[in-house]
């Protein structure tokens, strides 16, 4: 290229050029600190039940709300798609709970992928549910809910195992299948299947768990396998992070009910646990859940 028009180059070009080299280096600089970018998520308005909006019954942050009844579905989120037009022969008795935890703004902006298996490793932290007591409403103080529980490999094998710390630890998947020996002092020692995983169309997870084998109450049998179930939904939103549970029974209308008498604060404690590691992963922000599901409003 000539002199001269090199010269008029370097003149379009700010002057000289190590002036633009330092302009370069100035935006490449500023673009590497720039704030990072929000994910990208539903907002709580896209996951809860229509009837819910209509009525106007937005849940406020940190305030848990219940539904109680029959049947299989959650009423409080959207209801998955029915793969039956056929109604429930029995529909079960059901507990659902649902609050919304804000973030913490550290995990705001992480990558969907990585919030995601810090997720699936909290959820499969079976053996942290011993010791958990609920609030007896009876006897009017706090029981202990789970005097033992600890992971293992398979129900054949019931030797305790330790609780995964990442996700390599959990096997294949989707769904990450494990199995916990869980004892309370109201259905003595059951063996549990846990199985992770994604909720479909959101970055969240669904915990379900259910009884392996049957389960008595006292001496008379209270429940066939899979009959008491339980699934822990976890779904990231705009507005916060939303923890629905819900449990469901199958069994003879009275021993039910007088299992059931107790299963609203039981089912409370174990979201509570579940709550509890949210906060102290810093997903969510701490909130203090109530013991008494009797003081939790119906929307």
């Not at 970018?37 to 848990?64: D, E, N, W």
């Not at 549910?129 to 103080?141: F, I, M, N, P, T």
């Not at 992070?241 to 029974?249: D, E, G, M, N, W």
Request: net charge positive; with cysteine; hydrophobic share 45%.
């Amino acid at each position: 290229m000539p002199v001269a028009a090199t010269s008029r180059l370097r003149l379009m070009q700010g002057g000289h050029p190590s002036l633009l080299a330092m302009a370069i280096f100035c935006i490449i600089t500023l673009g590497a600190y720039a704030e990072p970018s929000m994910a990208a998520y539903p907002s709580l308005a896209g996951i809860l039940s229509p009837a819910l909006l209509t009525q106007g019954k937005t849940p406020v942050l940190g305030v848990p709300i219940k539904i109680n009844g029959r049947g299989a579905d959650p009423v409080l989120l959207v209801p998955p798609p029915r793969t039956s037009k056929s109604p429930e022969p029995k529909p079960p008795l059901r507990i659902e709970i649902l609050t919304v935890l804000p973030w913490a703004e550290e995990n705001r902006s992480a990558d969907p992928k990585i919030l995601f298996e810090k997720l699936a490793v909290l959820g499969a932290q079976a053996g942290s549910l011993e010791g958990l007591e609920y609030w007896s409403a009876s006897r009017k103080k706090m029981r202990l809910l789970y005097q033992k529980a600890y992971r293992i490999r398979k129900p054949e094998a019931p030797s305790p195992l330790p609780d995964p710390r990442a996700m390599s630890e959990l096997g294949k998947g989707p769904p990450w299948v494990l199995y916990a020996l869980l004892e309370d002092l109201t259905f003595g020692s059951n063996i549990y299947q846990f199985s992770l995983s994604p909720i479909s169309g959101y970055d969240g997870l669904k915990v379900s768990m259910a009884n392996v084998h049957g389960v008595k109450y006292g001496f008379l049998p209270l429940a066939k396998p899979g009959d008491m179930a339980s699934d822990i939904s976890v779904i990231p939103c705009d507005e916060g992070i939303a923890v629905h549970f819900l449990t469901r029974l199958a069994a003879p209308e009275l021993l039910a009910q007088r299992a059931f008498e107790s299963a609203g604060n039981k089912a409370l404690a174990v979201m509570g646990w579940f709550v509890e590691k949210l906060g102290e992963a810093g997903i969510g922000s701490a909130v203090a859940m109530p013991h008494d599901i009797a003081g939790i409003a119906n929307p």
